[in-house]
């Protein structure tokens, strides 16, 4: 039988041993990204031996045509699906959270689960057979279609957690002092879920510039995206560029993680119970 | 006497057509609301899924065109090929190994930052979110800098007389995979722990329950939900996994996603490629449906 003064000894000596397993875990998740941001100052041409400072690598990306092109491709590809996919997933939130069972309203649900539970390969198999099918040539057009497929759902998801926080009476009281329909949603409606439009648009953005499988089955000559690149020349081996252009896409991540979590931190103050 | 207030909406009668009509008028904005994306999925989902099946049972000319009338089993049973089974065994036993680390080591991970204060747990979740979010690609490529010939990790490794280079090896892909996915396993865990009602398990140690043993009846059964979507998020990736072995493993190393790229972009067998790819789907469907009825509610 464990007395108090036993039981807190005992937690105290778990809550050190769990803080140690939590330091080496991020340790894990940090280490390697440390030693490729540094490597990319490195003076050699050699990835893994360090002959001293340099900003080489840096200068070096943007006289490279081939990348600066694919970052070109990258950003038109990310924002044009990411604006498609955000208006489309909203208004499917907004469906399924305020409006009572419409016929067909599960298999819609079902439908919009499952771009998020399927294999990255099934989906680029699937794509890539779809516009061979119908003909299309590949290119921008078919990588932004695909981006536009999967984002829809991600957007969905983040903006429904949102709405179904939202209090349905602040819009009954708008429309009860004689708003229209339209008025309310862009007076009420929008305002009170923009947090979760915008997290989801920045989850959008991100996928976009990070997927590889996808988009490498169903792009075409002149149309790579600056992952897929990246991808091809990691696999012809470790160069210096690569750890260069690697940190500027790590930093990129960086700044659009604080910006969502910015946005949430501003969210809270008009949903039911914080 | 009691007097009848006046009912203020006595001048429009309330009548159950009226009613019937606004809810049937309600349900048809519902539905228009989300004409747009359904109709989107459907062509850009939905039928390239039939198709997929579809392609399954084709046959394919000796130039490697899917041929799209000489319709056949002979895909579907090439996947009792003992040359695939192998590689399907393979990277199930892999995507198990992931899962099954990246459980054990996220758990207390995750333990840890859901007891601390609201101030520090915040602190803390924020460096799980950065890798979380970060590109993939570039995580993955860290470690094929740490274990290259010339890596840190291999030179460490040899010091210790411990390992040798790992790249293009089984043993990377497997770091690869546990790095990539294990921020997928540490949020749905701190989420279930951080919901967690503590009191119950003040109880069970109050009815002389041993730490353990209170963990093991009360803590780790009240956050199954989280182990439950913690696993469906690191098992399904890393079962179809193609960026991670592509660029840490080798020629001995091919899994199910490379397996069905192959198919694809080198082999041009696409009625193959499509019929692994449909059994992958089934697979994994059947996994999230049993989440699902096991009582997971959230992703």
Redesign the interface.
Known sequence: ??TGRD?SM??RR??RI??G??AL??L???L??A??VF?SFNDSR????WEGFTLDWYRAIPKDQALMNSVKNSLIIALESTAVAT???T??A???E????????RT?DA????????????M???????FT?INQALGLTTII??H??FN??FV?IVVRARVSNLDPSLEEAASDLYASRWKSFRKVTLPLILPGVLGGALLAL?LS??D??IT??VQGPGATPL?VE??AR??RG?TPI??AV?TL??VA??L??LG??LIQRRQGSATRGG | MKRRLPDPVEAVEVTPDLERRAERAERWRGFRLAVPAYVYLIVLFAVPLVLVGVYSFASRSRTGQPLLHDWNLDSVKRLADSAFLQIAWRSILLALLTTIICLVVAYPFSYYIATRSERTRNVLLVFVMIPFWSNFLVRTYAWKVLLGADGIFTRIGEALGLWGQLLFTMPAVLIGLIYGFLPFMVLPLYASIERLDWSLVEAARDLYATGPKAFRRVTLPLSRPGIIAGSILVFIPSLGAYVTPDILGGAKTTLLGNYIVNQFLAARNWPLGSSISMAIMIVMLLATVLYFRSGGRTL
């Open positions: 039988m464990t039981r005992t937690t778990l809550d769990l803080a397993h939590s875990v991020y894990f998740f940090y390697p990204l030693v490729l490597f050699f990835a893994n031996r208006v489309l997933g208004m499917a907004l469906s399924l305020r409006y009572k069972k419409w016929l067909g309203k819609f439908l919009l689960y499952l771009p998020v539970i399927i294999p990255d390969v099934t680029a198999v699937m794509l890539l057979i779809f099918q279609l695909s536009i497929a829809i759902s969905a991100t510039l990070d590889v499988v490498s089955f992952a990246v991808f990691i696999k470790v690569i750890n690697s896409m790590l991540s960086i659009l993680i969502s979590l």
